[in-house]
T-cell receptor, first 115, second 110 residues
Framework: GAVVSQHPSRVICKSGTSVKIECRSL??????MFWYRQFPKKSLMLMAT?????????EQGVEKDKFLINHASLTLSTLTVTSAHPEDSSFYIC???????????FGPGTRLTVL | GEDVEQSLFLSVREGDSSVINCTYT??????LYWYKQEPGAGLQLLTY?????DMKQDQRLTVLLNKKDKHLSLRIADTQTGDSAIYFC??????????FGSGTKLNVKP
């Protein structure tokens, strides 16, 4: 099956620093990748949709200058949380879509803790 | 926006069948999915059903789709303790967006 990896799995950083999270599709090419945020005991909130070679499409209420997304290749997308604050602490999950069948495969998630 | 609803909790005994229900609102959904999330982990795709089907069986998993009522269910036969997790249903709309339910926490008692 399709495998998506994320790195790092956990990160702790100081307030005001930036953190980069990588999402890779390991055995398939993903033209579209998605970034989600999951709050404790809550569902997933779609943050942005990222297409290779073009600018990401952000959902309403998500600050594009705070959550920078780069999708430089068909197998790699990155999410950079800039000037992180404690309220940015969350579980961030990426997914990559395959055309056949049209579905999403999720990475294992990254637990971000901002002190 | 699209609304996907699930009950929050389900508790069953090991060996029994579990049925997790989901309702959605977008009648143009093309695919509907079930994902499993274990503690501290990402989402694992369990199964999916195309919107023109009404049933799909995959080993212990049976998905039923009532398109008229916009109701989706996941039945797990012979539930095991390893099935304890949170189960999310999701719909894919015509704009290639996925909307997730809030998740149903399945607790399997030995």
């Amino acid at each position: 099956g399709a495998v998506v990896s994320q790195h790092p799995s956990r990160v702790i950083c100081k307030s005001g620093t930036s953190v980069k999270i990588e999402c890779r599709s390991l055995d398939f090419q993903a033209t579209t990748m998605f970034w989600y945020r999951q709050f404790p005991k809550k569902s997933l909130m779609l943050m942005a949709t990222s297409n290779e070679g073009s600018k990401a499409t952000y959902e309403q209420g998500v600050e594009k200058d705070k959550f920078l997304i780069n999708h430089a290749s068909l197998t790699l997308s990155t999410l950079t949380v800039t000037s992180a604050h404690p309220e940015d602490s969350s579980f961030y999950i990426c997914s990559a879509s395959t055309p056949e069948p049209d579905t999403q495969y999720f990475g294992p998630g990254t637990r971000l803790t901002v002190l | 926006g699209e609304d996907v609803e699930q009950s929050l909790f389900l508790s069953v005994r090991e060996g029994d069948s579990s049925v997790i229900n989901c309702t959605y609102t977008d009648s143009s959904s093309t695919y509907l999915y079930w994902y499993k999330q274990e503690p501290g982990a990402g989402l694992q795709l369990l199964t999916y059903i195309f919107s023109n089907m009404d049933m799909k069986q995959d080993q212990r998993l049976t998905v039923l789709l009532n398109k008229k009522d916009k109701h989706l269910s996941l039945r797990i036969a012979d539930t095991q303790t390893g099935d304890s997790a949170i189960y999310f249903c999701a719909e894919r709309t015509g704009f290639n967006k996925f909307y997730f339910g809030s998740g149903t926490k399945l607790n399997v008692k030995p």
